[in-house]
């Protein structure tokens, strides 16, 4: 059910949270243009959400978050381990070294970062040894200024995709980050798609430009903060750190990056410029959530359209499908071949068409002398219109499947639902199906007949012609009757309907020859739109599996009015 705008939320972070609960449902199953970078963005979208907005909105007195992030070989994981004072994240020269993220905090802050609190998706871990891909490595250390805490990522431009992307995630998780490269990588792309990232979300940024060569730190740091203005990051403090030797702990020399270790000891000890860090970067990613989101409710309305498109493409082939059928059992079409050919026999040779005579009673006492005899089994004709009935089923089903297969095909979502899957022809079961309808419609006109005769004023009539005889003759003028006709303006086939006509309508009249062949005629249409629904729903069953609902987009544009009036509220108390 539709939310109203009564239902609207009052505090951000509610507003928030509704956003992030219909992004998070939010499918774009179909393979469309816009789709893939949909998804990334949906997949984004509810990670900050999850890792930082809504967990610092619900405690925005926790401790500050910074996250040491950068390329490969920065030193990032060596910078942490000197601010700390010891090793707490593993360095080295083998790449990556960082797979598992690792998080130092003070010891009184542990309880803001043992839970799932930010980063819920990975798993706590204490113990070194246990650190692996999908954990959070936490490490207490009273070195760690109290209300910051550091966390060390993998590579952002690792060769190893899951460290690439598990990168990102958190860096979007920061309330502050701080970036490091190095002399000789500072200009690469990669660190610069991250800044251009962090400047659009307006977060708060230092860099840290490590292995600095000495006698280049002027003109290396005047470069890059030539760079940084450039992209909007001219207020962002750079630190710079010489290149110097490692011990065998891979530790660098004490007071190496005593300038890093001053800003953030300052930071973490001045709670109005925690709170500014907080507010800046925290409005920042909710206006980034913001501008990123109705995208992601325009490529909702994208599937619904194409969804429906792809609806309408398989029904009208089956509809038109059932259609035709009901045609060519109405307009003499089924009268011709095999059936034409069993039906005279059954009702005797063109002599006696010759002397058919108009007065009903004449007619009726020949056609009587006649059917006594039954020179031909009725059942020979049952077949020829079981087999007619059943080819035309058939046939018409087949040129659906094509035309809805070509169609699907033809339409990129379509190619992607259909895969491997050929449907250009109907479905395996689709002939013993059919058979089985056009035996069991044979059978519900046969009870129609019985039905009606069972009246006392045609009983003896009925038996002197016997069920399946007038049963037959029934079928005939079903698909001989067009446009509600009669008599002999549907003589078809060189008039043999008009014997089944004559015959029925001397033994019940012609009132009830018309209500019984409407029903004959409006079973058939029945089971064979029951049988194109069948077959189409080889096509439509893929669509309904996907619940694509048409309401979604305007769900994700409802949240986000909820999200902009809780902003304007707040920001006016």
Do not use: C
């Given at each position: 059910m539709a939310v109203t705008i009564n239902d609207a939320p009052e505090s951000i972070l509610d507003a928030l949270g509704v956003l992030r609960d219909r992004v998070g449902k939010l499918s774009l199953p179909l393979e469309l243009p816009r789709a893939p970078e949909?998804?990334?963005?949906?997949?984004?979208?509810?990670?900050?959400?999850?890792?930082?907005?809504?967990?610092?909105?619900?405690?925005?007195?926790?401790?500050?978050?910074?996250?040491?992030?950068?390329?490969?070989?920065?030193?990032?994981?060596?910078?942490?381990?000197?601010?700390?004072?010891?090793?707490?994240?593993?360095?080295?020269?083998?790449?990556?070294?960082?797979?598992?993220?690792?998080?130092?905090?003070?010891?009184?802050?542990?309880?803001?970062?043992?839970?799932?609190?930010?980063?819920?998706?990975?798993?706590?871990?204490?113990?070194?040894?246990?650190?692996?891909?999908?954990?959070?490595?936490?490490v207490a250390d009273?070195?760690?200024?109290?209300?910051?805490?550091?966390?060390?990522?993998?590579?952002?431009?690792?060769?190893?995709?899951?460290?690439r992307l598990l990168a990102t995630q958190l860096l979007a998780a920061a309330d502050l980050w701080l970036f490091v490269t190095s002399a000789a990588r500072y200009a690469d792309a990669v660190p610069w798609d991250l800044l251009r990232a962090a400047v659009d979300r307006s977060a708060v940024v230092a860099?840290?430009?490590?292995?600095?060569?000495?006698?280049?730190?002027?003109?290396?740091?005047?470069?890059?903060?030539?760079?940084?203005?450039?992209?909007?990051?001219?207020?962002?403090?750079?630190?710079?750190v010489g290149e110097t030797k490692v011990d065998d702990e891979g530790m660098l020399p004490p007071g190496h990056v005593a300038s890093v270790s001053t800003w953030l000891d300052d930071l973490a000890s001045d709670a109005g410029a925690r709170a500014e860090v907080v507010r800046r970067t925290l409005d920042g990613a909710v206006s980034g959530i913001v501008r990123r989101s109705p995208p992601l409710a325009e490529s909702a309305d994208d599937q619904y359209r194409a969804a429906k498109?792809?609806?309408?493409?398989?029904?009208?082939?089956?509809?038109?499908?059932?259609?035709?059928?009901?045609?060519?059992?109405?307009?003499?079409?089924?009268?011709?071949?095999?059936?034409?050919?069993?039906?005279?026999?059954?009702?005797?040779?063109?002599?006696?068409?010759?002397?058919?005579?108009?007065?009903?009673?004449?007619?009726?006492?020949?056609?009587?002398?006649?059917?006594?005899?039954?020179?031909?089994?009725?059942?020979?004709?049952?077949?020829?219109?079981?087999?007619?009935?059943?080819?035309?089923?058939?046939?018409?089903?087949d040129r659906a499947a094509e035309r809805a297969d070509a169609a699907w095909r033809a339409d990129p979502a379509g190619r992607g639902l259909l895969g491997a899957d050929d449907l250009s022809r109907g479905s395996p079961g689709l002939g013993p199906t059919a058979a089985e309808q056009v035996r069991a419609w044979q059978g519900a006109v046969l009870d129609l007949v019985r039905t009606e005769g069972q009246d006392k004023r045609y009983t003896a009539r009925v038996l002197s012609f016997g069920l399946n005889g007038l049963a037959i003759a029934l079928m005939i003028v079903v698909f001989a009757s067009t446009a509600g006709l009669t008599g002999a303006e549907i003589g078809i086939a060189g008039g043999t309907a008009v014997v089944g006509q004559k015959l029925l309508e001397a033994i019940f009249g012609d009132q009830a020859i018309r209500r019984l062949a409407d029903a004959a005629r409006a079973d058939l249409r029945r089971r064979a739109e029951s049988l194109m629904a069948t077959e189409r729903a080889r096509f439509t069953e893929r669509l309904d599996a996907l619940a694509i609902d048409a309401r979604t987009g305007q769900s994700i544009r409802e949240a986000l009015v909820w999200v902009g009036q809780a902003r304007e509220r707040e920001a006016g108390e």
């Open positions: 949909a998804r990334r963005t949906a997949r984004q979208v509810v990670a900050q959400l999850d890792d930082y907005v809504l967990p610092r909105l619900r405690e925005i007195d926790a401790p500050l978050l910074a996250v040491v992030g950068g390329s490969t070989g920065a030193g990032k994981s060596t910078l942490v381990n000197a601010v700390v004072g010891r090793p707490v994240s593993p360095a080295g020269v083998l790449r990556p070294t960082t797979r598992a993220p690792v998080l130092v905090f003070h010891p009184s802050d542990a309880e803001w970062f043992t839970s799932d609190r930010i980063l819920p998706d990975l798993a706590r871990v204490t113990a070194e040894d246990l650190a692996a891909p999908g954990t959070l490595h936490l009273e070195a760690v200024p109290q209300g910051l805490a550091l966390l060390d990522t993998p590579d952002v431009d690792s060769v190893v995709s899951e460290n860099v840290v430009l490590d292995r600095v060569p000495a006698g280049a730190e002027d003109e290396v740091r005047h470069h890059l903060a030539s760079m940084l203005d450039q992209h909007g990051l001219g207020a962002a403090p750079l630190f710079v498109t792809l609806r309408t493409a398989a029904e009208v082939p089956y509809a038109e499908a059932a259609d035709a059928i009901d045609r060519a059992s109405r307009d003499g079409s089924l009268l011709r071949g095999e059936v034409l050919a069993r039906w005279q026999d059954f009702v005797g040779t063109g002599e006696f068409f010759r002397s058919l005579e108009d007065k009903v009673g004449v007619l009726r006492d020949r056609i009587t002398a006649f059917v006594r005899g039954r020179p031909q089994p009725a059942a020979r004709v049952e077949e020829a219109i079981e087999h007619g009935l059943h080819a035309l089923i058939v046939d018409e089903a």
